[in-house]
C-alpha cells in the first residue's frame, strides 16, 4: 500500500463538506431527533458515512511519526489515543 502525502486542507475542508452534502437524508434529519437515542443512532450513522468516505486518506497531525502515539484529532478535548 503506496503512503499518500499529507492532504492540503482545503481539500480535506472540500471532501468533508461533499462527503456531508451527499450524507442519507434520514441521517442528517435524525440528528434533530427528539429522541436522545435516535440523535446519537445518527451521529454513529454519519461518522460511518465520514469513515467511509476517507478511506484512502492518510490524516497526520505534526509531528507524528509511524510507531509512536496516535494523536488526537481533537487535541483540546482529549487525551492521546494510544
Same mark, same amino acid.
Given at each position: *500500500?503506496?503512503? *499518500?502525502?499529507?492532504?492540503?486542507?482545503?481539500? !480535506? &475542508? %472540500?471532501? !468533508?463538506?461533499?462527503? &456531508?452534502?451527499?450524507?442519507?437524508?434520514? %441521517? !442528517?434529519?435524525?440528528?434533530?431527533?427528539?429522541?436522545?437515542?435516535?440523535?446519537?443512532?445518527?451521529? =454513529?450513522? !454519519?461518522?460511518?458515512? &465520514?469513515?467511509?468516505? *476517507?478511506?484512502?486518506? =492518510?490524516?497526520?497531525?505534526?509531528?507524528? %511519526?509511524?510507531?509512536?502515539?496516535?494523536?488526537?484529532?481533537?487535541?483540546?478535548?482529549?487525551?492521546?489515543?494510544?
Amino acid at each position: *500500500m503506496a503512503i *499518500m502525502s499529507r492532504i492540503a486542507d482545503d481539500v !480535506l &475542508l %472540500t471532501h !468533508l463538506e461533499v462527503a &456531508l452534502a451527499v450524507a442519507p437524508e434520514p %441521517t !442528517l434529519a435524525g440528528l434533530n431527533a427528539d429522541d436522545p437515542r435516535a440523535q446519537r443512532s445518527a451521529r =454513529v450513522d !454519519l461518522a460511518r458515512h &465520514l469513515v467511509e468516505r *476517507m478511506r484512502g486518506f =492518510v490524516i497526520e497531525g505534526d509531528g507524528y %511519526t509511524s510507531g509512536g502515539i496516535q494523536p488526537c484529532l481533537f487535541p483540546g478535548d482529549l487525551a492521546p489515543i494510544g
